[in-house]
């Protein structure tokens, strides 16, 4: 199939301004009626051809203004319904068509998940369900009539607010029907039938509207919704405090369901989630798990108006409601939370997900300008690096200007599907600056590296700051224009002060935040007093790598003393990351080497640290991940090598801490009652670290101690962490521990998941072994996402030196799943395949053994679009 381009892009021929569906739901053989009010766009000519999308359908039946119609008139196939030449005037037609939800494996359009129907329209999955003009800037008012048995279906839910209900005499069958008074895109529509238990709650909103929400879960799990319905409570008054954005319907309903392609789905007024981010105790979710609920409760919550409200034109704007979004969950959670400590946290996400997406064949700009398969670009730089845009915006602009040209934003566009160029217009416009330049984020794929070199003249006391970018040649993008890269920084005196400095020159420069947009630019401080620490990108003001050459006396100096808590962070990694790279280098080429002693000293003076709090130290504790340090290698990486050196210096850091780690570790064991605020987080996150450091130190008692951590724990963190680390480092009572938990958990799913990632992701030979004899479990289902993912997707992405094995077996092992699954579920079988895709960075032997389970997959004839497309890329 041809690519489809930006350029290419036409508004539609005709428009559909309301749609009723009749949903008649049944096993095996469900019916959708669908009347659409159909009419011409201004400029079409009349009887020019309606062309509708489909995806796998049959059409039963079909009219036109009410009569049926000749069967000359139209053309159906499974993807696509043609009516040769409609009439001119506005018209009406009703579509039959007939599904089977159960044989549904993909989860796109209507299927089953245990026994409740459910749908996934993101991003043309509502082609699966009817005929439609499936695409985003085709806005209709939607009614939707459910029908389904009452005993298997007491609860039926749809977009918007209920209407009627009723009984169908003597046929044991119910209907409920909704209507949802904002025009919308298809792709936001939704339907749920089932048996569910209902947790009902109320929120008035800012003008004092009274919005009744609902969760609904399987029975028996009512208890489990609390934190998420808590969540979306904050998320709504969040939401009206910083942005001033109220909710528009009488209901909010969420719906967890257990197979499910992502995280979660915005459907208007319905909500549909993996149970995964709605479902919390304790006893089965850890802190990370209860953070991750709150963030995704919220980003769907938010997408209200940043995406729905106002939605996209078309699939290339992608980012401005997944970016924008993403911003918007990201604002939430620090101001829930720990400011600091969010950031480190999505800067590791960033660094560790869309660095190597931008740097590998997969790269692609933020908005893309072609593609086969949308599917496939619901990815961390449409996410992630388009949060990155949004939040640089925010940087440039100052809080004031970028919260009126949000607002100038939301006025202008509510109702409309729209593009970057009219959101980057509302900024331009509110705050009087020219965005074109700073458009380019947008534009070009890669990751900017910004060169620094910086100079004190002490008879002048001037500091020159001498500043490069450049973005790396990436597939498809052989040059690249200057960006606008917002820098926040200080000059950090010797005192550990910030200094004061007089005027500035060759940048523009507000307060504490300088503007590189030129390939090459030298910017001068006049006054300064003395040589000054530069501290560049605090707070990782721009998606960019550092090229800053500090001496480790300079990176210790800022690792005790600089204000700015995310550059603290930053030079302890900084440290620590160089150290990494040089061991695996001497491991690699079979020399002796030992970790540095500054570096050691610095984690240790870490512990102590007590001003800051218990999760920045967890966080500054925490070395650089073996897929960091791979990255940061850039080329003929060695996961083996990796491993060791990282093994090195954590038994190098846990042997000088050893003696100081109990007291943090039993301190926080004291008990009192399980709270999943940041503090209490944050605790148990350094209790566990320290742990992790024990485990290795040497300590006679060290598996004594991590045993009695796992057996007494009263909650998921503190179990899972001890269960991590005797798996991992294969501690004396692994077996019994994994045994233990699994008859612990064995009844919940989502505790299994982390059963089975927590063996997939253990280091060593015997894990391949392991994995393959995971997939015949009986808590293993190939058929569900978050099975594959915890297994499978963790085994390909967490577990570099089994994936990357010598032997080969691990890429084989990853691309027969790929290949199987893809049969199935396209979605989750391509996202499984993007865990190759640094394969050209291995050395050769390495790279050889990927290339050819590459090539194996890329054999396969009948492979979905999903997956071609994937596997076309990754070997180009
Ligand atoms: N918009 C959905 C993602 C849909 C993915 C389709 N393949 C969830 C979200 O970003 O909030
Ligand atoms: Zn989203």
Redesign the pocket.
């Known amino acids: 199939a041809p690519a489809i381009r930006l350029e290419d892009y036409q508004p539609p021929l005709y428009r559909i301004d309301k749609v009723a569906l009749n949903v008649e739901l049944a096993p095996g053989a469900t019916r959708v009626t669908a009347t659409l009010e159909v009419s011409r766009q201004p400029g079409t000519e009349a009887g020019a051809p309606l062309v509708l999308d489909g995806d796998e359908l049959s059409l039963a039946g079909i009219k036109l203004n009410g009569e049926a119609l000749a069967e000359t008139a139209y053309a159906a196939t499974a993807d696509r319904l043609e009516l040769a030449s409609p009439p001119a005037d506005p018209f009406e037609l009703t579509l039959v068509t007939e599904l089977d939800p159960d044989a549904n494996t993909k989860l796109m359009g209507l299927y089953r998940s245990s026994a409740t129907y459910c749908t996934?329209c993101?991003?043309e999955g509502f082609r699966r369900i009817t005929y439609f003009l499936d695409r985003p800037d085709v806005l209709a008012v939607y009614t939707t009539r459910l029908e389904a048995s009452k005993k298997d279906c007491p609860v039926l839910l749809a977009n918007g607010n209920l209407t009627e209900t009723g009984d169908i005499e003597g046929t044991g069958r119910h209907y409920a029907v909704w209507h949802d008074p904002h025009p919308k895109p298809a792709y936001l529509f939704a339907l749920v039938a089932g048996d569910l238990a209902e947790v009902p709650d109320t929120f008035t909103t800012m003008s004092g509207k009274e919005v009744a929400l609902n969760i609904y879960v399987e029975h028996g799990k009512e208890s489990l919704c609390d934190w998420a319905m808590d969540s979306l409570k904050r998320s709504m008054r969040w939401d009206e405090e910083v942005f001033g954005r109220e909710y528009d319907l009488d209901v909010f309903n969420i719906v967890a369901v257990s197979d499910f392609?992502?995280?979660?789905?915005?459907n208007k007024g319905l909500n549909i989630f993996n149970d995964k981010y709605v479902l919390a105790d304790p006893e089965t979710a850890t802190d990370q798990d209860y953070a991750n609920i709150e963030a995704v409760i919220a980003?769907?919550y938010f997408?209200n108006w940043t995406?729905n409200r106002i939605t996209c034109r078309d699939w290339f704007q992608l980012c401005l409601?997944?970016g924008l979004?993403v911003f918007r969950d990201q604002e939430f959670s620090s101001d829930m939370r720990s400011r600091a400590v969010k950031r480190i946290a999505d800067v590791r996400l960033l660094k560790s997900h869309q660095f190597p997406e931008d740097a590998g064949p997969l790269a692609h700009p933020v908005r893309p300008r072609t593609y086969h398969e949308i599917?496939n670009f619901?990815t961390a730089t449409v996410?992630e690096k388009g949060a990155e845009v949004v939040r640089m915006l925010q940087t440039l602009l100052g809080e004031q200007k970028f919260r009126a040209g949000l607002d100038l934003y939301f006025d202008r566009h509510d109702g409309e599907a729209t593009t970057i160029e009219a959101f980057l217009s509302c900024f331009e416009e509110a705050s009087s600056t020219d965005l074109e330049q700073f458009s380019l984020w947008y534009e070009q794929a890669g990751t900017p590296v910004v060169s620094v070199e910086t100079e004190y003249d002490p008879d002048r006391k001037s500091f020159t700051v001498s500043l490069s970018q450049e973005i790396p040649p990436i597939a498809g993008q052989k040059s690249s224009k200057p960006a606008v890269i917002p820098l926040r920084f200080g000059l950090i005196g010797p005192n550990g002060e910030d200094m004061e400095t007089g005027s500035v020159e060759g940048a523009n420069v507000a307060s504490d935040v300088l503007v590189l947009d030129k390939a090459h630019q030298d910017v001068v401080f006049h006054n300064v007093a003395a040589a000054p620490v530069l501290s560049l990108l605090r707070g990782f003001s721009a998606p960019v790598r550092l090229n800053q050459p500090l001496h480790s006396e300079e990176l210790l100096f800022q690792a005790a003393q600089d204000r700015d808590p995310f550059n603290r962070w930053q030079a302890v990694q900084t440290l620590a990351m160089q150290d990494l790279v040089r061991l695996a280098g001497l491991v690699r080429d079979g020399s002796e080497g030992t970790p540095s002693e500054d570096v050691i000293g610095v984690f240790a003076s870490v512990l102590g640290e007590t001003q800051l709090d218990e999760a920045l130290r967890a966080q500054a504790l925490t070395l650089p991940s073996e897929a960091d340090v791979a990255q940061e290698i850039g080329k003929d990486v060695n996961p083996d090598a990796i491993h060791t050196a990282r093994q090195m210096l954590r038994r190098a850091v846990a042997a000088r801490i050893a003696s100081s780690l109990v007291p943090f570790i039993t301190d926080q064991s004291a008990g009192g009652t399980f709270s999943p605020d940041a503090k209490a987080a944050g605790k148990r996150a350094l209790a566990n670290r320290c742990l992790h450091y024990y485990a290795v130190s040497g300590a006679a008692d060290a598996t004594d101690l991590v045993w009695s951590r796992f057996a007494s724990a009263d909650n998921m963190t503190d179990r899972l962490a001890a269960l991590t680390l005797l798996v991992h480092d294969h501690m004396p009572r692994e077996e019994e521990a994994l045994a233990a938990y699994r008859e612990r958990h064995t009844d919940s799913s989502l505790a299994m998941d982390k059963w089975f990632m927590t063996q997939a992701t253990a280091p060593g030979n015997e894990t391949l072994h392991r994995v393959k004899a995971l997939m015949s479990d009986p808590s293993y289902d190939a058929g569900n996402p978050n099975r594959v993912r915890s297994l499978l997707q963790s085994f390909a992405t967490g577990n570099p030196t089994q994936f990357a094995r010598m032997d080969g077996a691990g890429f084989e092992l990853i691309a027969e799943s790929v290949l199987e699954i893809d049969k199935r579920n396209p979605?989750v079988a391509s996202r499984l395949l993007t865990s190759f895709r640094s394969w050209r960075a291995l050395d050769p032997q390495r790279s050889a053994l990927a290339e050819s389970a590459l090539l194996r997959i890329s054999a396969c004839e009948n492979l979905s679009r999903d997956s071609r497309d994937i596997v076309d890329r990754t070997l180009q």
């Open positions: 996934q993101e991003a392609n992502m995280g979660a789905m915005e980003h769907e997408h995406g409601k997944e979004t599917n619901y996410y979605q």
